[in-house]
């Protein structure tokens, strides 16, 4: 392999497609044939460079990557282990997945579950491994004396819903038990959601409504929003005595404007969600527990398939809202 396709912001502005050779690698334990990668919001700001996602240039984007081991000095990893890698600086800090080789430190990979293979762990990518994050965080919160987790107890909102992470949030959360409602603002997501497992679906309506009263009547058990702002001053609003709001996304806005009041007399809890530095014991209990709870059509059901050379078209429809689930892109393409 002596010269290999890459898609790298070259400096402020948008990225293109170029060729690379194995000397523009970065330094790493781990060299990886890299066959998927995926499609994410931060993909999106750093393709098309409308956002201050790269923080030195020249770089290969991509937070996400899935492939197998070419080599390594790293004793964990041998050729043609099965490898995934999210977060960790990728596509900000480090060269990304968006390329057919990458070399990466060892103690970023996840080994790829046995009911997966490298398409279907970029159909999840960030955006699963978020939202499995945001369903731990209410499962935890939703668990008795015990540590058991009280399951179906109680309706669990998802905002955002239409989106990579809202997909994977209502298909996982549907499957652990819980009465699902969706919020989104594209009705003819409808009967997708409802596919995936939500028993209800919303509009942005009323969560949207501002000024936001502090104090609602009681409903969710439990929040996963990618929203932020007003629609998440609602959800806080609206929770249940003990509930749980994982905070991973701000599709709409990054301000919040809300009071003690959810916290202080029904004991909310804001979960914010970190998907980028994970421990590596974490990570790979969550991507055991996605590949357990997720069965492959699931998968199948809410990703497409894209070619690389298609990204910049791709990163202009992720930003303004008209992608559907998750897309996977196929790096040989």
């Keep these: 392999m002596d010269r290999f396709p890459a898609v790298v ?49 020249p770089l290969t984007c991509g937070i996400d990557l899935a492939g197998t081991v070419r080599s390594s000095i790293d004793p964990a990893w041998r050729p043609g282990d099965a490898v995934l890698a999210t977060g960790c600086g990728l596509g900000e800090t480090h060269p990304g997945g968006y390329t057919t080789l990458q070399r990466v430190p060892g103690e970023w990979l996840v080994r790829i579950p046995d009911r997966l293979d490298a398409r279907r762990a970029m159909a999840l990518g960030t955006a699963g491994f978020t939202a499995m994050l945001a369903a731990r965080a209410i499962e935890g919160g939703a668990s008795g004396d015990d540590g058991h987790s009280a399951g179906g107890d109680g309706e669990v909102l998802v905002t955002g819903a239409g989106g990579g992470v809202g997909s994977v949030a209502v298909a996982v959360l549907s499957r652990l038990g819980y009465r699902v409602v969706a919020s989104t603002g594209r009705p003819e997501l409808h009967g997708y959601l409802t596919g995936l497992g939500a028993a209800e679906i919303i509009g942005r309506a009323g969560l949207g409504t501002s000024p936001v009263r502090p104090l609602q009547p009681e409903r969710w058990r439990g929040v996963v929003d990618t929203v932020g702002g007003t629609i998440l001053a609602n959800a806080l609003a609206q929770s249940r005595r003990d509930g749980v709001v994982a905070a991973c996304g701000l599709a709409g806005s990054s301000d919040l404007a809300t009071t003690v009041f959810p916290f202080i007399l029904r004991g909310v809890r804001l979960a914010g969600v970190d998907s980028v530095w994970r421990p590596a014991g974490e990570r790979l209990t969550t991507w055991t527990q996605l590949a357990e709870v997720l069965p492959g059509e699931v998968i199948d059901g809410f990703s497409t398939v894209e070619p690389m050379s298609a990204i910049a078209g791709l990163a202009g429809r992720v930003l ?8 996977v ?4 393409r």
């Excluded at 170029?18 to 393709?47: C, F, M, Q, R, W």
């Excluded at 809202?321 to 998750?326: D, P, S, V, W």
């Design 320 to 327: 303004g809202g008209e992608i559907r689930g998750r897309v």
């Design 9 to 57: 912001a070259a400096g402020p502005g948008p990225a293109g497609l170029v060729e690379l050779g194995e000397e523009d690698l970065p330094a790493g334990s781990v060299t990886i044939e890299v066959s998927h990668s995926s499609l994410n919001y931060k993909d999106g700001l750093a393709v098309t460079g409308t956002g201050k996602v790269i923080r030195s240039f």
């Design 329 to 332: 892109i196929d790096t040989a």
